[in-house]
């Protein structure tokens, strides 16, 4: 069928990528056909994020970009989705007239009609839809799957109810609501039976799952759950809050061998009047329990965690008190982000704002710091076993190939180059660790 091509860029995290897969497989169901790059697109859809400055600037210049296509290509209508339209929904429709339609978070069960509709010759009634982000998606929703064939996310909820200050996921994705747990393994089922061995479950906060369902199934249900699909040879955690990091889900990860012994633990800052101006809820003290307790209980485990640096109020001190809990914790894995001064957030109007080159100079300082930690941690790895998913060739010499051990999550972390013969994608094997450099670790192997 003529003009049905679609090319979707997906921007932002796991979730809203979970987002652009149930799009891609909605549109390929109704006739649309997805196309790999843009040049071949009849219509560009930009799923974008807007949750900070430097994410709203990433969406808009991919705008524009692809906009110059719809001057110069075979693209005939560009249609913006997510976060971006959410948020600013009929504003952008004024300030971006190359766009033919913004469609808010809520709408993305309806894209197939509202692309067939924009392909009629007659220009749509309205062309921002934003309504209440109330969408939550189910196993009836198919993907396709963004991610290589063995590893996909797994959203086991949508939205948020912890309205920390400075953030304005709440307003745009909605207050938290979870999956159901049969609902959720099904789809695990599902993808563990076309060729997933790793699943990475995400949320906006995963230890809040449940909290809104009756019986109040907590997260440690579902990780059993999961853990007990025999196909599946990795699960994932990602989004832990701090403060509700339970013993039980703690235990559940020791204690099921196909659950990585890996945690994202983005803790923010660690110093108290910071993290209270925050609204995070726990204070110092529960954070370094969190951290403990984590280390007590899961053996070798991997920690990452993220940060924000130059908060409203954020004094030389908090900061050294933030900085120092970097250098004892040694956190395995660790990113910053500079505090991002965003409107209609209670922090936007906290009075001692920092300046843009100190929280440019205290993001440089966390990292140089934290860049020593990994390294010496990688190092320390040497000698050791470690089960790596191979996922694909590598150009240095020598190491034919690259992977990820269970300490390293996709995109964030580093990666692992492996020498051997005959490996492919999506095959496990265990190597032993020879190098480890300031993100990336080497290994060998003789499986095949
Ligand atoms: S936990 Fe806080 S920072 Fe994370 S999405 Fe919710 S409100 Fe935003």
């Not at 006739?31 to 071949?40: A, K, L, Q």
């Not at 039980?248 to 101006?277: F, G, S, W």
């Not at 972390?413 to 990336?440: F, M, P």
Request: proline fraction near 5%.
């Amino acid at each position: 069928m003529r003009n049905r091509n679609v090319h979707i860029v997906s921007l932002g995290c796991p979730k809203n990528q979970v987002d652009s897969e149930v799009m891609a497989a909605s549109l390929a169901g109704s006739g649309f056909t997805i196309v790999p790059t843009p040049d071949d697109a009849d219509i560009i859809l930009v799923n974008t994020c807007a949750f900070i400055l430097p994410a709203k600037e990433e969406s808009i210049d991919e705008i524009l970009r692809m906009a110059e296509l719809k001057k110069t290509g075979k693209c005939s209508r560009l249609v913006v989705t997510g976060c971006l339209p959410q948020r600013y929904g009929k504003s952008l429709a004024r300030e971006m007239p190359e766009v033919d339609l913004f469609l808010g978070t809520g709408e993305l069960p309806s894209i197939a009609g509202r692309l067939e509709k924009l392909m009629q010759d007659s220009p749509p009634s309205s062309r921002s839809v934003v309504g209440q982000p109330t969408f939550l998606m189910n196993a009836g929703h198919s993907r396709l799957l963004s991610t290589p064939f063995y590893s996909a996310y797994l959203k086991i909820a949508e939205g948020c109810s912890n309205w920390c200050s400075y953030c304005v996921i709440p307003a745009i994705r909605g207050k938290a609501r979870s999956r159901q747990v049969n609902d959720i393994l099904k789809e695990a089922e599902r993808l563990a039976a076309g060729g997933v061995k790793e699943v990475i479950i995400t949320a906006q906060d995963t230890t809040a799952y449940g909290r809104d369902l009756k019986g109040k199934p907590s997260l440690a249900v579902v990780l059993r759950e999961l853990a007990g699909i025999k196909e599946l040879r990795w699960i994932r955690l990602l989004y832990t809050y701090p403060a509700n990091l339970t013993k039980e889900i703690l235990e559940t990860v020791a204690e099921e061998n196909r659950i990585c012994n890996y945690l994202d633990i983005p803790i923010q800052h660690v110093d108290d009047d910071i993290l209270k101006a925050m609204h995070r809820k726990g204070g110092s003290r529960i954070i370094k329990e969190s951290v403990a307790a984590a280390r007590s209980i899961i053996p070798e485990v991997a920690l990452r965690t993220s940060l924000i640096v130059g908060f409203p109020g954020e004094t030389r001190a908090g900061f050294n008190r933030l900085l120092s809990f970097v250098r004892e914790t040694r956190f395995d894995h660790l990113g910053v982000f500079e505090y991002s001064r965003e409107e209609e957030t209670p922090a936007a109007s906290f009075p001692a704002q920092v300046t843009k080159k100190t929280k440019e100079n205290r993001r440089r300082l966390v990292m140089e710091e934290q860049a020593m930690i990994s390294h010496e941690i990688n190092r320390s790895l040497v000698g050791s076993h470690q089960e790596i998913l191979i996922e694909g060739r590598s150009d240095i010499p020598g190491y034919d190939f690259t992977g990820r051990c269970r300490r390293q999550a996709p995109d964030i972390d580093g990666i692992t180059y492996v020498k051997g013969k005959n490996l492919t994608a999506g095959t496990i094997v265990t190597g032993a660790i020879t190098a480890g450099e300031e993100y990336d670790l080497f290994a060998e192997t003789s499986e095949i």
